[in-house]
């Protein structure tokens, strides 16, 4: 049975530092038998964002940040396709990280992030994020050596203290976004190796999706383990009250889409957005000039 609507089943919000991934489910419902009611909660959700995404874009008091995680086909790119269905481009931003550049190495890890943030007024996509500097190197440490940072040569060098100071930075820089307006909303789609390795078979066996799959992405299935563990350890470092993490069942595609338009709907819901009101003197001035 479908939730009520904002009700979220256990063990989806963290605010650290106790989650467990392997003890958290990857399905919990089968969509197919109530599509049609998931769907229509979905797009109900959909235009309550771009009623709120609205007042925000001509308010500019604040900005909604929304971050995606996942393994590789975890479904990122179907839920923001999805969640956000029919929001004016004009106030809505996404970002995609990927291997860092040339350029981006020789900057501090968050320089490329804060280069995409959205305005405030705008609703943003991290589709990836700066966790990625936290994922992807914690699991393959020899990339951290090409930042060059000081007193890092080995790969021996990037030890537990390194990833709390990364963990660190992480926290206090989503703090300061919030005391500048951002709210930010922070989603693990978590699948699992199964679910994966038939969406992997999906994408192979439709030409047109071939694109979506490579033989690094199959090849990364062999450190699994050490992606869990580094999940669970990212989410634990920097999952706080202010700032939680919603880990989502998402073996369901339209069930994982359900639970976060949801989440978003009723956060965007609950910030003090208003279009802004002229003032008496401004008014006046217009009739003036307009000669009403």
């Known amino acids: 049975m479908l939730l009520k609507p904002f009700e979220l089943p256990e063990n989806v919000k963290f605010t650290g530092p ?4 392997k ?5 919990l419902v089968d969509s197919s ?33 929304c971050v995606f995680q ?32 040339s350029e981006e190495l020789t900057h501090d890890y968050l320089w490329r ?9 705008y609703l943003g996509v991290f589709n990836r994020s700066h966790y990625e500097d936290v994922l992807v190197q914690r699991v393959h440490p020899e990339l951290v050596l090409k930042q060059e940072l000081p007193g890092i040569v080995k790969t021996a060098d990037v030890t537990e203290a390194f990833w709390q100071q990364r963990y660190s930075d992480i926290r206090y820089w989503e703090e300061y976004l919030n005391r500048q307006g951002y709210l930010i909303l922070k989603f693990f789609l978590n699948i699992s190796k199964e679910e994966q390795a038939s969406r992997f078979k999906g994408r192979l066996a439709v030409e047109k999706k071939n694109y979506k799959l490579s033989a690094n992405d199959v090849k990364e299935r062999d450190f699994w383990p050490q992606y ?8 634990n470092n920097t999952a706080t009250p202010a700032n939680p993490w919603y880990v989502i069942p998402a ?5 994982s889409r359900y639970l976060v338009s949801n989440i978003i709907s009723q956060a965007i819901s609950q910030l003090p957005l208003d279009y802004p009101v002229l003032a008496p003197e401004e008014k006046q001035r217009i009739i003036q000039e307009l000669k009403f």
Request: proline share 5%; no cysteine; charged share 30%.
């Open 33 to 65: 038998a109530q599509l049609a009611a998931i769907k229509k909660t979905v797009q109900a959700n959909a235009k309550v964002i771009r009623k709120a995404q609205k007042k925000m874009y001509a308010d500019k008091k604040y900005a909604v940040l």
């Open 228 to 235: 869990q563990d580094a999940y669970e350890r990212a989410i």
């Open 70 to 101: 996942a393994m590789d086909a975890g479904g990122k790119d179907s839920m923001i396709t999805h969640v956000f269905e029919g929001v004016d481009p004009i106030g809505f931003q996404t970002a995609n990280f990927k291997q860092p550049t």
């Open 113 to 121: 992030v804060e280069k995409q943030l959205p305005p405030r007024g």
């Open 23 to 27: 003890t958290l489910p990857t399905h």
């Open 251 to 255: 073996d369901d595609k339209w069930y």
């Open 18 to 21: 106790d989650l467990r991934l």
